[in-house]
Structure formats: C-alpha cells, structure tokens
Antibody
Framework: EVPLAESGGGLVKPGGSLRLSCAAS????????MTWVRQAPGKGLEWVGH??????????YYAAPVKGRFTISRDDSKNMLFLQMNSLKIEDTALYYC??????????????????WGQGTMVTVSS | QSALTQPASVSGSPGQSITISCTGT?????????VSWYQQRPGEAPKLLIF???LRPPGVSNRFSGSKSGNTASLTISGLQAEDEGDYYC???????????FGGGTKLTVL
C-alpha cells in the first residue's frame, strides 16, 4: 500500500488550470498537516504550500511565487489532498510531490520535516 | 537562486566521512532549530534523514548526523557507502516570503 499517491498532472498551456490530487492511505489523514513540494526538471526542491488539519483550522500557507494562483484543499472523508493551479506559467513546470510531516505521536513536525512522500506527478506548462 | 546555499558537489571514498554545509541567514537557519536534511536518489522521491537540526527519524542510519552553528547547518555522513550517492537537500523554516526554504542541493559522489 502506497501511503501517498499523486495524480492529475499533464500538459497545459500557459494561463491554463490543472487540479492535482493526492490519495493518502495507511495513516490518520485527518490529523496530518500536508504539504506540496515541487521540483523543476534537473533542479532542486521548492516548497509550494501546506494545509493544516481541520482541528488546527485547515489553514493554508503558500510560497510567494504561487500565492494567489494556487489553492490547497483537503477532503478528510476521502483521505484526499488537492492542489488547484490556475494561471499557470511556464516556470510552474515541475514534478509535484505531496508530503506528510513527521510525527511520532509525541513530537510532531508537521510543517518543517517531510517524512512521507508520494512519487510525484509531472506538470508541464508549454504552448 | 535558492535561499539556502549548499555546495554543488562533494565526493569521498568509501569509509571516509564528508560534510555538507547549508548556509542561510538570521531569518532562517540562524533563527530556528527547524533544519532538516533529505537524500534523493535518481528517480526517487526525497527521503527525510534529519529533522530539528540533529534528530533522525526511525530507520535512518546513525552514519548520518546534523549540526548547526549560527547561520550554517551541516550534514555529516560517516563511513561512506556506495549507496549514499545522490542529491542532498537542506531545508529550514524562514520568516521571508515563504514558510520553508530549501537549499539548492548537493550532489554526493562516492569515488
């Protein structure tokens, strides 16, 4: 069983939209703060944004390059995380990972240490 | 340009120790104990090696250790093994423009 599995990537024109999904399993998704991280081809990792748990207010926070264009949401009833990407730019081309923060029950690092990662879904923005 | 500065590459022979530096500012590495390190092998997702500067998640070898001094964090890998080859990234909380910043990554080659 794969803990996190992203889907929804593909080829989109500049200015277009795409919705990524991340299916979670094997842990209590409702308790987890979830993060999106991206990696442009041949480049390093870039933090995109996160969403806290419902009990923590389901608060979202975004990196400056995507703020106002990307929206993170979650459906705890379906163990799903989403990334709605609008007004896409060529520089948004990347492999998008969803990730779960580290938590051992006593000490949780939900938003600064990403312990479980999916395999990523590729987004290509090109005309 | 990445917010945290890492050397582009490091190398070492099997059995040796190497250290990868991660230099930030007083707004990120210097301000918080929330520095993490990740290993990424080709074609794979990143793997968390170190969190909170020097703590290891279960299952991570004690050959990996982390430390911090001022605005610079370091990852040391002792007893280098061929399987350690890959890219290594640091990350830190930050107060500037975003919540978490990553380093540009360091490619480790085991000679």
């Amino acid at each position: 069983e794969v803990p996190l599995a992203e889907s929804g990537g593909g080829l989109v024109k500049p200015g277009g939209s795409l919705r990524l999904s991340c299916a979670a399993s094997g842990f209590t998704f409702a308790d987890a703060w979830m993060t999106w991280v991206r990696q442009a081809p041949g480049k390093g990792l870039e933090w995109v944004g996160h969403i806290t748990s419902k009990t923590s207010g389901e608060t979202t926070y975004y990196a400056a390059p995507v703020k106002g264009r990307f929206t993170i949401s979650r459906d705890d009833s379906k163990n799903m995380l989403f990334l709605q990407m609008n007004s896409l730019k060529i520089e948004d081309t990347a492999l998008y990972y969803c990730a779960k923060g580290y938590c051992n029950g006593l000490d949780c690092h939900w938003d600064d240490a990403f312990h479980v990662w999916g395999q990523g879904t590729m987004v290509t923005v090109s005309s | 340009q990445s917010a945290l500065t890492q050397p582009a590459s490091v190398s070492g022979s099997p059995g040796q120790s190497i250290t990868i530096s991660c230099t930030g500012t007083s707004s990120d590495v210097g301000a918080y104990k929330f520095v993490s390190w990740y290993q990424q092998r080709p074609g794979e997702a990143p793997k968390l090696l170190i969190f909170e500067v020097g703590l290891r998640p279960p299952g991570v070898s004690n050959r990996f250790s982390g430390s911090k001094s001022g605005n610079t964090a370091s990852l040391t890998i002792s007893g280098l093994q061929a399987e350690d080859e890959g890219d290594y990234y640091c990350s830190s909380y930050t107060t500037v423009n975003t919540l978490v910043v990553f380093g540009g990554g360091t490619k480790l080659t085991v000679l």
